[in-house]
């Protein structure tokens, strides 16, 4: 009866997950409405099956979720994470504080982590963290791709004095892309600016792209294009939304345990 209440919480949650990842995908936002019905049915079913069958982890339920509420909202405050990805963590930590190892045994040996016995939701979220970088790579390499190909300078006029780490920043989360596109598609966000209040334009780069004010920032660089001020390529970000890698995260993390903890173990030769 006890795998019953594990199962529930596993397709509760991968159901919720996968809806949140396709509607963040499609227009960028999730309904409230989501985590709403996600985080009532998640507590319910996590303190039934506790209560019935394992009431001593109470305390420890508690724990996970705290730890995890507490880095969701840094993340959220930090600008590190949005507010649907904040909530869907708090909701995991929610519906599977513990690994579900009654239900999947990872196939990797030593694969699981204290931290995924204690606070499952933190290997989760270590999974997707590891995936989303590893997005940086391709990032890279599109950006060596385009600069071989067109034999163009990645950073032109006054984006060449910007800082070391904000043009690394700039390379491994976005790609150069005509403005008529980044005009066109409204989930592209600009990854620069333009300030034409001096004499010479000045392009600026734009380290954490926001919703607010896209539009303008997009209407300047068109106009700074048509004029003939700046090159019709700008850099521009596609904003892959961190759902889509949280999702994964706890797919992987269920089938295959923790993986940033089989990489510290592999380097440290454990």
């Known amino acids: 009866m006890q795998e019953i209440f594990a199962a529930a919480q596993i397709t509760l949650s991968l159901g919720i997950l996968l809806y949140a990842s396709w509607s963040d995908y499609k227009t960028r936002e999730v309904s409230n409405r989501v985590w709403a019905v996600y985080a009532p049915i998640a507590l319910a079913l996590s303190l039934a099956g506790l209560l019935l069958y394992e009431p001593s982890q109470l305390p420890f339920y508690g724990l996970s979720f705290g730890v995890t509420a507490g880095l969701a909202l840094l993340l959220f405050y930090a600008g590190g994470f949005g507010g649907a990805d904040s909530k869907a963590l708090m909701c995991i930590a929610l519906a599977l504080p513990f690994a579900p190892l009654a239900l999947f045994t990872p196939l990797l040996a030593g694969a699981v982590s204290p931290t995924s ?76 600016d333009v300030d034409d209040c001096q004499v010479t334009l000045k392009r600026k780069l734009l380290v954490v792209p926001h919703d607010e004010g896209r539009d303008k920032i997009v209407e300047r660089l068109s106009d700074a294009s048509e004029a003939g001020k700046i090159d019709a390529y700008v850099w521009a970000t596609p904003g892959l939304p961190m759902l889509i890698f949280v999702t994964l995260g706890l797919v992987v993390a269920l089938l295959f345990g923790d993986v940033v903890w089989l990489l510290v173990r592999f380097v440290l030769g454990a």
Do not use: C, D
Not at 150 to 172: D, H, N, P, R, Y
């Open 117 to 192: 016995q204690v606070i499952f939701p933190i290997t989760i979220f270590g999974n997707a963290v590891l995936f989303a970088a590893a997005s940086a790579i391709y990032m890279v390499l599109r950006n060596v791709v385009w600069h071989k190909k067109t034999k163009t300078k990645m950073f032109q006029g006054t984006l060449a004095s910007e800082s070391i780490g904000k043009k690394f920043l700039v390379l491994i989360t976005g790609y150069k892309m005509s403005v008529a596109k980044v005009k066109a598609k409204w989930h592209i966000f600009p990854m620069e």
